[in-house]
């Protein structure tokens, strides 16, 4: 149960041009954010998550998120679709899921709870990696899943697949690893 939330994001631009003559120039650009997160609730108590960064990948993809909290919006922890590199469990603090970057970015990410409830109570999450940028060409996606909570099944051939000796899972493109709760 929560009971209390306290949200606040603040968005800057720093910026700077200079003509140096009427064909070409320069611009910089450097988007920053600040952000604050509280929330109260249940046995655990004061639940706080704050950060500052400067996030130039956040103005140039769009779509580009680096991370999600499940636990905060329900409704919202059924489904992701979009470039993702880390998903945390707001209720344990623990990451339950974890995309390793190549060339400082990260494949999109198609992410579907199989029984429509939420990641950290689903049976079954759907996995899909795709590439639209092409900067994983010839590459294989590393991801990690909570072991404690999930094994991961390559879903075409049916079997349970082990992780390296660095805890990560290996998936091409196009593949589509499930996560099965253990039980």
């Known amino acids: ?3 209390g939330k306290d949200i606040r994001t603040s968005l800057y631009t720093f910026g700077y041009q200079n003509m140096f003559n009427r064909s070409w120039g320069l611009r910089l ?41 499940l636990g905060a919006n329900p409704a ?7 470039h993702l590199r880390e998903i945390f469990d707001f209720e344990s603090g623990k990451t339950l899921f974890c995309v390793k970057t190549v060339k400082s970015v990260f494949p999109l990410l198609q992410m579907t709870s199989a029984d429509n409830l939420p990641f950290n109570k689903s049976a079954r999450v759907e996995l899909r990696f795709s590439d639209p940028a092409d ?11 909570d072991p404690s ?8 051939k049916g079997v349970v697949l082990k992780p390296d000796a660095d805890g990560y899972y290996h998936s091409v493109l196009g593949a589509a690893p499930m996560l099965i709760a253990r039980k």
């Open 149 to 156: 909570r999930w094994s991961v099944m390559e879903t075409a």
């Open 29 to 69: 650009e450097l988007p920053y954010e600040k952000r604050h997160f509280v929330m109260t609730g249940g046995a655990t108590g004061i639940r706080r998550y704050s950060w500052t960064s400067a996030v130039a990948m956040d103005f140039l993809l769009g779509n580009y998120q680096n991370e999600r909290m």
């Open 76 to 82: 919202r922890d059924r489904a992701i679709n979009g």
């Open 135 to 145: 900067n994983f060409v010839g590459s294989t996606i590393l991801f990690f899943a």
């Open 1 to 3: 149960m929560i009971y």
